[in-house]
């Protein structure tokens, strides 16, 4: 992509700051309802289950809107489109906070889900789009540490909101806040993206050169997070016998350690795609093979934690790359796509670990992640290396 087809109506660092809150917004949205459970269904007059429908709704309207009505960024602006899908959010938050019984919360979790699988693939494709030429790696890394946001600041603090002052204000504060950024992103809805004004879809998208292959390393870097992540804490509390509290500390140090990254994503740069990604997978896959073998170590485990947090964000970071410099001109479809699959592997990651997990423990779900990330890192060195040339240009920061 030519960054000279890319106008900034802002600063950059505003530019960077709005799409980090975005996702650090939405990211909060997708965890609240388990730490609240039990208060909004006391509320509500519902059991936890039926509570943790709403979540399910909520991923649900995320993979329909990533596949359907992500590529019209494409069409509109990747910029204006995360302005109407901030509106939306703004909106789907606000009914939630107000939701008169469990229905009412079902349909406005959907609405927020709507929204956020609108914005997600938006936001990866500005972060790519904004970034100055040999900086994209640090630009996409810094905007997706909105993550990091939601999983250490949003989830404690709105915990700690809800025990002072009710469930209902946490979902009215979110409201509060995505209606700033709605009023904050102006600039963002002027940046000319270099899109031709193109129709895209998914299946238009499809047939873009190397999509399947960068699918399937998607596929593989989600699904061998999400089987392990959704069992540390089973293991913590049943397994090692420890506390809710102390299984809580887990993804607050994973989230610290995906944060901290940031300082390594300079390195991203100055490798290139092709070079860095086999190697960060294998890292991944060594850190979950040293996971497995102080699997009944607390500490150790914690620590360990820490490290995962950092490799999984390089790892996600080269992946976003590698999938926004196939076809600049239908990113949000391209981007539209990643989204569906993470949500397909939010949704199979629990069948595959509630496998294992009976037979091995952590240690099973642990082994299946080392697998996955081990082939990844094969496909990347196969499947790069046959795509790129000795200046690797779909790499981030490879020179042109």
């Known amino acids: 992509m030519s960054h000279q087809a890319v106008t900034h109506q802002q600063p950059l660092w505003a530019s960077i700051l709005i799409l980090m809150s975005a996702i650090g917004i939405i990211g909060s949205n997708s965890l609240l309802l388990s730490p609240l459970v039990l208060a909004v269904g006391n509320d509500l007059g519902t059991d936890p289950a039926g509570v943790m429908q709403a979540a399910s709704a909520y991923g649900l309207g ?43 919360l079902i349909a406005s979790q959907v609405l927020c889900g709507l929204a956020g699988g609108a914005a997600l693939p938006s936001i990866y ?17 810094l905007v997706l540490t909105g993550w990091t946001l939601s999983m250490v600041l949003g989830v404690s603090l709105s915990a700690w909101l809800a025990d002072l002052a009710g469930w209902r204000l946490v979902y009215l504060a979110l409201a509060v806040l995505a209606a700033g950024l709605w009023l904050g992103s102006a600039g963002m809805g002027r940046i000319a993206s270099g899109s031709t004004g193109q129709a895209s879809s998914p299946l238009t998208a499809l047939r ?19 089987t392990t992540y959704f069992f540390t804490g089973a293991h913590v509390t ?58 009944a170590d607390y500490t150790m485990l914690l620590s360990f934690s820490l490290v ?29 796509l990643y989204s569906t699959i993470t949500y397909l592997c939010v949704f199979a990651a629990p069948f595959a670990g509630a496998l294992l997990f009976p037979l091995w423990g952590l240690m099973g779900c642990l082994a299946l992640s080392a697998l996955l990330c081990l082939l990844e890192a094969i496909e990347a060195a196969i499947s790069l290396r046959q795509t790129s040339g000795p200046t690797d240009p ?4 490879a020179p042109v």
């Open 308 to 336: 995962w947090g950092i490799f999984q964000h390089l790892g996600l970071n080269l992946l976003v790359a590698r999938l926004t410099a196939l076809d600049p001109r239908q990113r949000g479809a391209i981007m539209g």
């Open 394 to 397: 779909a790499s981030p920061g």
């Open 62 to 104: 995320v993979a329909a809107a990533a596949l359907t009505l992500a590529p019209l960024g494409d069409r509109i602006g990747a910029g204006r489109l995360l302005r109407i899908a901030l509106l939306v959010l703004t909106l789907g938050l606000g009914a939630s906070a107000a939701a008169p019984g469990l229905w009412g």
């Open 125 to 141: 494709t500005l972060a790519a789009v904004i970034a100055p030429r040999g900086r994209e790696a640090r630009i996409v890394g």
């Open 238 to 295: 049943l397994t090692l016998g420890l506390s809710t509290a102390q299984a809580g500390l887990l993804p607050l140090f994973y989230g610290i350690g995906f944060g901290l990254a940031v300082i390594f994503d300079p390195l991203l740069d100055r490798l290139g795609l092709s070079r860095a990604t086999p190697p960060v997978f294998v890292l991944i896959a060594l850190t979950y093979l040293v996971m497995l073998t102080f699997a």
């Open 208 to 226: 873009v050169p190397g999509i399947r292959r960068g699918l399937l390393a998607s596929c593989l870097l989600m699904l061998s997070f999400y």
